[in-house]
């Protein structure tokens, strides 16, 4: 390989790399902040939302649906009165509801899977208010409307073939240089999981914005914020309080890896809601919402 060619070369392999990477932008919902609305979404996400609606998606994921068993037991008259409620508010037809189920060892309140809306069979007590299950119904909803259950796999599989079509469309290899579709095939790979990551905190902050202003309830979405906000001190102390336990020398090594794991939890759980909206997000679709005085027909009588 001459000098010429191999710059050649060089330049098209990074094109190559450049376009896997490019494409995959273009396709994923990077960022979505609580001032976007249904009417001011960014054009690719307006694109890929229709196609998450359309009826070729539908028909795949009630075509994998299938294939798989509901878990769980129905969930009580009133999760189910509100999922159904939720699914309806959010644009759902009624034909392609999904039923609300309670399951066990659930680590979430509640979850959106390819055939039901899964709630921990101990998430919610007689403590929890209502707005906090209607927001957490609407939020599982807005999931179940754009299919994000099966969006994974479809931008991982993207990605691959994003990659072997780039390989051959710009550098067509030959010979040995055809280990170079097995690289960009690595190199897919990697950037679609960092797209799946990326698209999961899209699909949360969506589920929340989407579903906590389809409540039409400020009270709700007021509860809400306020849930969050209890959380997540709760947590914040107990965390503080199991690294003084540590600190301690005079602990056995059973209390020391307990300790370990329920600081890791508590961490984790922390970590995960910075997919989702922050307290002062909530407020804020609280407020507008408060200012068209908007209610759920529960709160317009309490």
Request: charged residues 20%.
């Given at each position: 390989?001459?000098?010429?060619?191999?710059?050649?070369?060089?330049?098209?392999?990074?094109?190559?790399?450049?376009?896997?990477?490019?494409?995959?932008?273009?396709?994923?919902?990077?960022?979505?902040?609580?001032?976007?609305?249904?009417?001011?979404?960014?054009?690719?996400?307006?694109?890929?939302?229709?196609?998450?609606?359309?009826?070729?998606?539908?028909?795949?994921?009630?075509?994998?649906?299938?294939?798989?068993?509901?878990?769980?037991?129905?969930?009580?008259?009133?999760?189910?009165?509100?999922?159904?409620?939720?699914?309806?508010?959010?644009?759902?037809?009624?034909?392609?509801?999904?039923?609300?189920?309670?399951?066990?060892?659930?680590?979430?309140?509640?979850?959106?899977?390819?055939?039901?809306?899964?709630?921990?069979?101990?998430s919610y007590t007689d403590h929890d208010s209502y707005g906090v299950k209607r927001c957490d119904m609407f939020h599982?909803?807005?999931?179940?409307?754009?299919?994000?259950?099966?969006?994974?796999?479809?931008?991982?599989?993207?990605?691959?073939?994003?990659?072997?079509?780039?390989?051959?469309?710009?550098?067509?290899?030959?010979?040995?240089?055809?280990?170079?579709?097995?690289?960009?095939?690595?190199?897919?790979?990697?950037?679609?999981?960092?797209?799946?990551?990326?698209?999961?905190?899209?699909?949360?902050?969506?589920?929340?914005?989407?579903?906590?202003?389809?409540?039409?309830?400020?009270?709700?979405?007021?509860?809400?914020?306020?849930?969050?906000?209890?959380?997540?001190?709760?947590?914040?102390?107990?965390?503080?309080?199991?690294?003084?336990?540590?600190?301690?020398?005079?602990?056995?090594?059973?209390?020391?890896?307990?300790?370990?794991?329920?600081?890791?939890?508590?961490?984790?759980?922390?970590?995960?809601?910075?997919?989702?909206?922050?307290?002062?997000?909530?407020?804020?679709?609280?407020?507008?919402?408060?200012?068209?005085?908007?209610?759920?027909?529960?709160?317009?009588?309490?």
């Amino acid at each position: 390989m001459n000098l010429r060619t191999y710059i050649t070369f060089k330049n098209r392999t990074k094109a190559a790399y450049a376009l896997v990477v490019l494409l995959q932008l273009v396709t994923s919902n990077i960022t979505y902040t609580n001032q976007e609305t249904l009417s001011t979404k960014k054009i690719f996400s307006r694109i890929l939302d229709a196609i998450a609606q359309s009826q070729v998606v539908h028909q795949y994921n009630k075509f994998i649906a299938n294939a798989f068993d509901l878990s769980g037991v129905p969930a009580s008259d009133q999760m189910q009165i509100l999922g159904a409620e939720a699914q309806t508010a959010v644009g759902i037809l009624e034909e392609r509801h999904i039923p609300i189920r309670y399951v066990q060892n659930l680590d979430a309140a509640a979850r959106t899977t390819i055939n039901a809306i899964e709630i921990g069979i101990n998430s919610y007590t007689d403590h929890d208010s209502y707005g906090v299950k209607r927001c957490d119904m609407f939020h599982e909803a807005i999931h179940a409307k754009y299919h994000d259950y099966l969006f994974p796999s479809i931008s991982l599989f993207g990605s691959w073939l994003t990659a072997l079509a780039a390989t051959k469309l710009l550098l067509n290899p030959k010979g040995m240089f055809k280990l170079l579709y097995l690289l960009t095939l690595i190199a897919g790979h990697h950037v679609g999981r960092w797209i799946q990551t990326m698209h999961k905190t899209y699909c949360e902050r969506r589920a929340d914005i989407e579903g906590h202003y389809a409540t039409q309830c400020y009270r709700c979405v007021t509860e809400k914020a306020q849930n969050i906000k209890n959380v997540r001190e709760s947590l914040i102390n107990l965390i503080e309080e199991i690294e003084e336990i540590e600190s301690r020398t005079d602990l056995s090594s059973a209390q020391d890896e307990l300790c370990t794991k329920a600081l890791t939890l508590a961490k984790n759980w922390l970590e995960t809601k910075k997919k989702y909206l922050t307290v002062e997000e909530n407020e804020t679709i609280a407020a507008n919402l408060k200012q068209d005085n908007k209610l759920c027909a529960v709160h317009n009588f309490v």
